[in-house]
């Protein structure tokens, strides 16, 4: 069965220096990963996603994951934090093997704030 | 935006109540999902509808049920309503057999309150 650990519920940057959200996973074969963010009274919004293909995926706004085979890992990271970067980040795998089939399965979250 | 709707955006009901919440999938895609987010938790898989039918179903008992329509739009129905179906409700559509991935698009939620 297929499940995501989000290591950290709350992170707290100031505003410039690097972000890193960690996310473990597990899986009985090979994963398709992704990162959401939700913000407040928000939808969830697609940051990038991992299919097989580069390990080291980009995504919008300066984010990027890297998926680690031998650790299991898809942390997400972004060199500089913005102000607009706070809001609740989600791990995700997908539950489902090929095609649009299955469902998605969920961290609990991580919330980031910024300081000024 | 991701161009999926979902009405009401706020409802309020009662213990016992039953609710019906609506979607409007993204134009193109043909599979909706549901999820259910308890204040403070990520979102956990409802249930999927594909061709009209359910394809999927996760840890929710029988009084959640759905309906999808030939123009793939989608119902959640929730019957005898309980304190803990407070949530936001969430749902997501996808284009089935379009990649890999299970790329699903989110819209903006239904925030449910039991009382």
């Known amino acids: 069965a297929q499940s995501v650990t989000q290591l950290d519920s709350h992170v707290s940057v100031s505003e410039g220096t690097p972000v890193l959200l960690r996310c473990n996973y597990s899986?009985?074969?090979?994963?398709?990963l992704f990162w959401y963010v939700q913000h407040p009274n928000k939808g969830l919004q697609l940051l990038l996603k991992?299919?097989?293909?580069?390990?080291l995926v980009k995504g919008i706004n300066g984010f990027e994951a890297e998926f680690k085979k031998s650790e299991t890992s898809f942390h997400l990271t972004k060199p500089s934090a913005h102000m607009s970067d706070a809001a609740e980040y989600f791990c995700?795998?997908?539950?489902?093997?090929?095609?649009?089939?299955?469902?998605?399965?969920f961290g609990k979250g991580t919330k980031l704030s910024v300081k000024p | 935006e991701t161009g999926v709707t979902q009405s009401p955006t706020h409802l309020i009901k009662t213990r016992g109540q039953q609710v019906t919440l609506r979607c409007s999938s993204q134009?193109?895609?043909?599979?909706v999902s549901w999820y259910q987010q308890a204040l403070g938790q990520g979102p956990q898989f409802i249930f999927q509808?594909?061709?009209?039918?359910?394809?999927g179903r996760g840890n929710f008992p029988p009084r959640f049920s759905g309906l999808q329509f030939p123009n793939y739009s989608s119902e959640l129905n929730v019957n005898a309503l309980e304190l803990d179906d407070s949530a936001l409700y969430l749902c997501?559509?996808?284009?089935?057999?379009?990649?890999?991935?299970?790329?699903?698009?989110f819209g903006p939620g239904t925030r449910l309150t039991v009382l």
């Open positions: 997501a559509s996808s284009l089935w057999g379009a990649s890999i991935d299970n790329e699903q698009f």
């Open positions: 899986s009985s074969y090979s994963p398709s």
């Open positions: 991992y299919t097989s293909a580069a390990t």
């Open positions: 995700v795998v997908s539950g489902g093997y090929g095609g649009s089939q299955g469902n998605l399965i």
């Open positions: 134009s193109g895609h043909n599979t």
């Open positions: 509808y594909y061709r009209e039918e359910e394809n």
